[in-house]
C-alpha cells in the first residue's frame, strides 16, 4: 500500500496559544502508528529549531505532503490519557476561530468540557460461590485450624450473598491473599465493575407530570410538530415571570427523549444549577446529569462518556455544558437567553446562543430559547423573521403581576430624608414583617462604580458623542470609554447647581446594617460576593430563605435570576437607575432586564405582591415600562435609540483590545491599525483609539479600538486583516484581541 493511499501525513494544530504558529503543520506517522492514529488525538511532537517536544491535536490524516517527505519531522507517540477531540468538536472550534478570533488551539480547548481522560472508578464486590451446607464446612475447617479472619468473611457470607469490598477489607479487616486462597478453592468470587463518577446526589421523589395551560400546550405541540416535519427553527419563549417556562421546557424534552434524542439545558450560572436540576430530576431521574466549572476533572470526564455512551439524556449547566458530545442531540434549550454570562470573557470570546445556533445546524438539532425579558439581539431576529416567537403572557405560579409603586429620591431628599429606604418601602417593609412574611431588597449595583450623577435634580455626566456616562478616573478626569473624550471633574451639578453630585457609596453590608437599627428583630440574610465565597454558601443561604427561616433577603443581581419563593410577597428595589447610568450602550437594556426580573420575585405564592422601585429618573422608559412590565414598548424605545447611534443589533461592533508595556506602545499600534484598516477601503466606522475601561492592567496598558457596521461579515474582514497584520508585522511586545458584540464596556 502506498503511503499515498495510508494516509501518511497528519496535519497538527501545536499545543501554544500564539498568532505566529496558529495554522497547521505537517508531520510524518510513524509505521507503529498508521493503524491507530485518528483525527482528534493528542500528539508528542518535536517542534520549533530545537525540536522541543511539544502536543499536538491532529486534525487531519493526508496522504498528500505538502513538503518533500525527508523535510518532515515524525510523530513521537499519542499523549497518553488525552481526550479525543471530534470531528464536530474541530467544526465548531474553526467557526468560533473564524466568528470570533482566536487561535486554534484556544478554540480546540473551548469545545472539550474535559481536557484529560481518566479511569473510571470500581466498585468491588465478594460474592458468595458456594451453597451455604458446603461453604458451613469451610467455616467449621476455619474454625478448627483457628483461621480468625476466615471466620469473620465466611461468617457473613452465610448471612449475606453479596458483600461490599469496603466492608471485606475495612471493617472484617480481610488481606488480599485470604481472598485469593478462598477464590482458588471456589468458594467466592471478587468482582469488579466500572462505575462513572456521578456529581447528581439527588434522592428526589418522582413528580407527577403537570397539566399544561392552552398557551403551554400550543408552544409544545407547534415545536414538536415541527422537529417531526423535519423543521429546525431557533424559537423564542417570551413568558412573563411566573408563566410557567420551565413547564415547557420540561415537555419539549420528554417529546425529545421519546425519539431517542439527547437535550442540552443552559442557564446562566451555576448558582441555579441545584434548583434547575431538582425540577429535571423529579421528572427524568438519572438520566440527567450536570456541567459546570466545579466538578472534579474526573466527574467532567465521565460525563462526556456517559453522554457519548447514551447513559444520560439531558445535561444541565451554565456556558460550557453546550459542548458536551452527544451524538444524537435533538434539542437546546438556553434558559434566560438575555443573561450576560453566556458571553465568554477569555479567548475566544463566544456567545452561547450564535454557538448553540452553529451547532445545531451542524446537529440537526432545534433551538429554543427563553425569557421573560428577551434579549434585544434574539427579539430583533424574531423581527427579522429568523427566529419564530411564542408568548407565555398568563401567570401560573400564583395570581396576578404584583402591583409597582416608582418612589422618586430626588423628592425624598427634598423632604428631608435621607436613609436609603423611602417613606413608602419603610411603611409597606414594616407592614410585612407586622404580618410574617417575607421580603427581598434587592440592590442594583450593576455600573456603580463609575458614574457620576446629581442627588438633587437626578442629571448624570455623559459623553456629548455617544451618549453613555463618562467614568471617573484618577487625578479628577472623567472620560468616555467608547471615543476617549475627556473633562474634569465637576464640585457642582451644571444643570441645577446642587453640590449634591458624586458616586454611589453603599453596599449590601451598609444596607443590613440599616435594617438592624431600624427593624432590629427581623431576621436578615445577606447574598453577595462575600456571603457566597464558601464552596455551598449559596445554596445554604437560598435553602435557609425558602425554608422560612429569615425575613428579609438582601443581595446583589444573583437573587433576581430565576429563583422562586412563595413566601416573599414585597420586593424593593433600591437605587434603581444605578445600571442605568454605567457607561455601557446596554445600560437601559440591563436596568429593564434587572427590575423587570427583580420584580417578577413578588408575589408568586398564593398572596398580592407589591413592588417599590427607587430611582432618580422615574421618567426614564426603562423605568417606566419595567414597573408596567411592558417589554414591547420597552423594545420599540430602545431599538430606536439603537437605530440612531447604530449599536448591536441594528449594526455589530468589534472591539479590538491592545495591550502593550508601554503606554505610547499600545497608543501607537491602536492608530496604525485604524490606519490600516481606512487605507484597505473598508466601509466601517472607526472610534478610537481610546484608553480602555481599566487603563492599566498588570502592568499592562490597554487601549481599544471600535469598529462598526450592519454586516458581521464586514467586521470578520477587518478582524482578519489585523491577524495578518500582528502575524506579519513587528509586534512581538504587544498583544491584540477581538470581542464581537461586547456584552461589557472594555
Known amino acids: ?64 505532503a505538502d513538503y518533500p517527505a525527508g523535510r518532515l519531522k515524525e510523530i513521537v507517540a499519542v499523549v497518553p490519557d488525552s481526550v479525543i477531540v471530534s470531528a464536530d468538536a474541530i467544526r465548531l472550534a ?41 461453604l458451613e464446612e469451610v467455616l467449621a475447617e476455619a474454625v478448627r485450624k483457628k483461621q480468625p479472619a476466615r471466620i469473620r468473611i465466611l461468617s457473613e457470607l452465610m448471612k449475606e450473598d453479596i458483600l461490599p469490598y ?72 417570551h413568558g412573563i415571570t411566573g408563566s410557567g417556562k420551565t413547564e415547557v421546557y420540561i415537555s419539549l424534552i420528554k417529546n425529545m427523549v421519546s425519539m431517542g434524542k439527547q ?44 453522554a457519548r455512551r447514551g447513559d444520560i439524556d439531558i445535561i444541565i449547566g451554565p456556558r460550557s455544558a453546550l459542548f458536551v458530545p452527544f451524538p444524537q442531540l435533538g434539542l437546546i434549550l438556553i434558559d434566560e437567553e438575555h443573561e450576560p454570562s453566556y458571553k465568554s470573557e477569555s479567548m475566544p470570546r463566544y456567545h452561547a446562543r450564535e454557538t448553540a445556533q452553529a451547532l445545531a445546524k451542524m446537529k440537526d438539532a432545534a433551538l429554543v430559547l427563553g425569557s421573560a425579558t428577551p434579549s434585544l439581539e434574539a427579539y430583533f431576529r424574531v423581527q427579522e423573521g429568523q427566529y419564530k416567537l411564542f408568548p407565555l403572557t398568563k401567570r401560573l405560579t400564583g395570581g396576578t403581576l404584583p402591583t ?19 417613606r413608602k418601602l419603610q411603611e409597606l417593609i414594616s407592614g410585612r414583617l407586622a404580618a ?66 458624586m458616586g454611589f457609596r453603599a453596599g449590601t453590608q451598609q ?37 422560612r427561616r429569615a425575613d428579609i433577603l438582601i443581595g446583589t443581581q444573583m437573587i433576581v435570576k430565576g429563583h422562586d419563593f412563595p413566601g416573599v410577597t414585597l420586593v424593593g428595589i433600591l437605587a434603581a437607575d444605578l445600571s442605568l447610568n454605567a457607561n455601557d450602550y446596554r445600560a437601559g437594556e440591563r436596568t429593564f432586564q434587572l427590575l423587570t426580573q427583580a420584580a417578577g420575585r413578588a408575589g408568586r405564592g398564593d398572596r398580592p405582591g407589591e413592588v417599590v422601585i427607587q430611582t432618580y429618573r422615574p421618567e426614564h422608559y426603562s423605568i417606566v415600562r419595567a414597573a408596567e412590565q411592558d417589554y414591547a414598548r420597552f423594545y420599540e424605545e430602545e431599538i430606536l435609540y439603537r437605530e440612531l447611534a447604530s449599536y448591536p443589533p441594528v449594526a455589530h461592533l468589534l472591539a479590538i483590545m491592545i495591550g502593550a508595556a508601554e503606554a505610547e506602545a499600545g497608543k501607537r499600534l491602536g492608530e496604525e491599525l485604524a490606519g490600516a484598516i481606512r487605507d484597505a477601503g473598508s466601509p466601517v466606522r472607526i472610534i478610537g483609539p481610546a484608553e480602555a475601561a481599566v487603563t492599566k492592567l498588570k502592568d499592562i496598558f490597554r487601549f481599544v479600538l471600535y469598529i462598526k457596521h450592519a454586516d458581521y461579515q464586514e467586521l470578520i474582514k477587518v478582524k482578519d486583516m489585523v491577524e495578518d497584520k500582528i502575524n506579519n508585522g513587528e509586534y512581538r511586545k504587544e498583544s491584540v484581541q477581538f470581542d464581537f458584540d461586547p456584552m461589557d464596556r472594555i
Open 404 to 422: 409597582v409603586y416608582t418612589v422618586d429620591l430626588r423628592h425624598e431628599l427634598k423632604a428631608g430624608n435621607r436613609s436609603v429606604f423611602s
Open 511 to 547: 444596607i443590613e446594617e440599616s435594617i438592624g437599627r431600624m427593624w432590629p428583630a427581623a431576621r436578615v440574610l445577606r447574598m453577595d460576593g462575600d456571603t457566597t465565597k464558601k464552596k455551598d454558601s449559596l445554596k445554604q443561604i437560598l435553602t435557609a430563605f425558602s425554608e
Open 94 to 134: 474553526a467557526w468560533m476561530k473564524r466568528n470570533y478570533g482566536s487561535t486554534m488551539i484556544a478554540a480546540l480547548k473551548t469545545v472539550l468540557p474535559a481536557k484529560q481522560a481518566y479511569k473510571p472508578k470500581t466498585s468491588k464486590t465478594v460474592i458468595r460461590r458456594m451453597p451455604p451446607e458446603q
Open 166 to 237: 469496603e466492608l471485606v477489607a475495612g471493617k472484617l479487616n480481610i488481606a488480599a491473599n485470604t481472598l485469593r486462597s478462598l477464590a482458588d478453592r471456589g468458594v467466592i468470587e471478587v468482582r469488579s465493575e466500572s462505575i462513572y463518577r456521578n456529581p447528581v446526589k439527588l434522592t428526589a421523589t418522582e413528580e407527577t407530570e403537570k397539566q399544561l395551560s392552552e398557551e403551554q400546550r400550543t408552544i409544545v405541540n407547534e415545536i414538536t410538530r415541527e422537529y417531526w416535519q423535519g423543521i429546525r427553527g431557533t424559537y423564542l419563549i
Open 263 to 306: 437535550c442540552i439545558v443552559l442557564i446562566p450560572e451555576i448558582a441555579l444549577t441545584y434548583q434547575t436540576l431538582l425540577r429535571f430530576y423529579k421528572r427524568f431521574g438519572d438520566r440527567v446529569s450536570v456541567m459546570h466549572s466545579s466538578l472534579s476533572q474526573g466527574e467532567k470526564y465521565d460525563q462526556c462518556e456517559r
Open 1 to 64: 500500500m502506498t503511503d499515498k493511499e495510508q494516509g501518511r501525513y497528519a496535519n497538527i494544530i501545536i499545543d501554544i496559544s500564539h498568532e505566529k504558529v496558529d495554522r497547521p503543520f505537517q508531520y510524518r506517522i510513524p509505521d507503529a502508528l498508521l493503524p491507530v492514529l485518528e483525527p482528534g488525538m493528542c500528539v508528542s511532537i518535536p517542534f520549533g529549531k530545537g525540536n522541543r517536544l511539544r502536543n499536538g491535536v491532529v486534525i487531519e490524516r493526508t496522504g498528500q
Open 436 to 501: 410574617g412574611e417575607q421580603i427581598i431588597l434587592f440592590l442594583n449595583r450593576r455600573g456603580y462604580a463609575g458614574f457620576i450623577s446629581c442627588r438633587s435634580c437626578g442629571h448624570v455626566m455623559k459623553c456629548p458623542h455617544c451618549d453613555v456616562s463618562l467614568a471617573k478616573h484618577k487625578g479628577g478626569r472623567l472620560l468616555c470609554h467608547y471615543c476617549g473624550h475627556e473633562t474634569k471633574e465637576v464640585s457642582h451639578c451644571p444643570e441645577c447647581g446642587s453640590g449634591y453630585i
